[in-house]
């Protein structure tokens, strides 16, 4: 089936009836996302059967618990991951299951709360003016459960795929990705899917991330006085005084879908006794990161500093007309009305990791600066929204 023709086959009927049935299960879906928000999921000590501390292990818990309750089959990848499932059946015509699964992949794992600007409590789940304000209910527990609930609502409309759909809960976006890692060496990967933490419209294409350190060691004879003054006057010129594009290191890359490179979170630190920067470069997709080792590596050599590269992800790039992004596209068009064409982001998320998914959602356009803040928030009516656009997504995606 061409692109076109399975994007624009969603019967006008039938999409109605899912929209109205999540409508239908708005409210339980609240009490749920104001539930799992109450529940700390900070990454602490590992324990047995809780590599990322007792908190996202009964947040991880809380949520199989729900989903099986909901009819879903659960699988816990030994507390790294978890996921819902429902498997794909038989055509109505007898055309066989179809291989693979397609998936919303998002996670219950947050950033601490930290000391102060909270206006309510942050893990009170606080509910005033259509509005839920807690630790985590955008980045990323409400939007996760918006998926299950979404898959959810085609359940109870009978509504069953043609391939298996997971709703798979991540535990350790925010400190590492270790999660997934672990993931891909016990599951498959998807054949399609999506991740609910980014923003609207359908994100195609994501920048590289690379994170660098630089590390002024003594060179015979130089004391520590000297040592420091060099490195100080190599931080006063290349990063004081430096565009945040990177021009001083020659990585000032750009293109037009990604835009410019950028270089930020500067953090001064000791590296074995060394005085040492680190910070962390978004790049477009016309530079690799083979070309910015070689020229970061020129300019620490020339500076008598050493190059240390500490991380990579390379850019993630879907084609715009290719079937994911255009049902992404069509689902949120049709339930908000607004232009879904798809953009870039310069931010960074599990489909740096997981094959064959792009960030959908849940910030609407002009929602920005929310997750990772003191009162982090996010509408009733969005969360209801998100979910009816996952709901056509995963049915339209699934079949």
């Not at 879908?257 to 016309?286: H, Q």
């Not at 929602?367 to 990772?372: A, D, R, T």
Request: with cysteine; proline share 6%; charged share 25%.
């Amino acid at each position: 089936m061409s692109t076109e023709e399975e994007v624009l086959s969603l019967d006008p009927e039938l999409e109605q009836r899912i929209l109205s049935e999540v409508d239908a299960i708005s409210d339980e879906m609240v009490d749920a996302i104001r539930s799992i928000v109450q529940q700390k999921s900070v990454q602490d000590e590992p324990a047995p059967g809780a590599p990322f501390g007792a908190g996202v292990r009964a947040a991880l818990d809380q949520t199989l618990e729900r989903a099986a309750a909901m009819g879903f089959e659960t699988t816990d990848v030994d507390g790294y991951m978890g996921y819902a499932s429902w498997a794909g059946e038989k055509g109505a015509d007898g055309s066989e299951v179809l291989p693979g699964y397609v998936c919303a992949l998002g996670h219950l794992d947050v950033v601490p709360e930290g000391t102060s600007g909270w206006k309510v409590p942050p893990y009170s789940g606080h509910l005033e003016d259509g509005r839920i304000t807690s630790r985590g209910v955008l980045d990323n527990k409400g939007p996760v459960y918006a998926c299950l609930y979404a898959l959810w609502a085609l359940k109870r409309l009978g509504l069953a795929p043609r391939r298996e759909v997971r709703v798979i809960f991540g535990c350790n976006e925010e400190t590492g990705f270790n999660d997934l890692r672990y993931y891909l060496e016990h599951e498959p990967a998807p054949v399609m899917g999506f991740t609910p933490d980014c923003k609207y419209p359908v994100v195609y294409a994501e920048r590289g991330r690379m994170a660098v350190r630089l590390t002024a060691r003594a060179a015979d004879g130089e004391d520590a006085e000297a040592l420091l003054g060099r490195f100080f006057a190599f931080m006063n010129e290349y990063v004081l005084n430096a565009k945040p594009s990177g021009e001083r290191f020659g990585i000032d890359a750009s293109d037009p879908e990604f835009g410019i490179t950028e270089v930020r979170n500067y953090k001064l630190v000791d590296d074995e006794g060394a005085p040492a920067v680190e910070f962390a470069i978004s790049y477009p997709a016309s530079v690799t990161a083979a070309e910015l080792e070689e020229k970061l590596g020129a300019v620490a050599k020339s500076q008598g500093l050493a190059l240390t590269v500490t991380g990579n992800f390379d850019p993630v790039r879907f084609e715009k007309d290719c079937r994911l992004v255009r049902t992404l596209q069509y689902t949120y068009e049709h339930v908000t009305g607004a232009d879904g064409s798809p953009v870039t982001t310069t931010g960074g998320t599990y489909a740096k990791l997981m094959p064959n998914i792009v960030p959908f959602g849940p910030s609407f356009p002009g929602q920005k600066g929310i997750g990772h803040q003191p009162n982090e928030w996010m509408d009733v009516a969005d969360i209801i929204t998100n979910a009816k656009i996952y709901a056509l997504s995963l049915y339209l995606l699934s079949r």
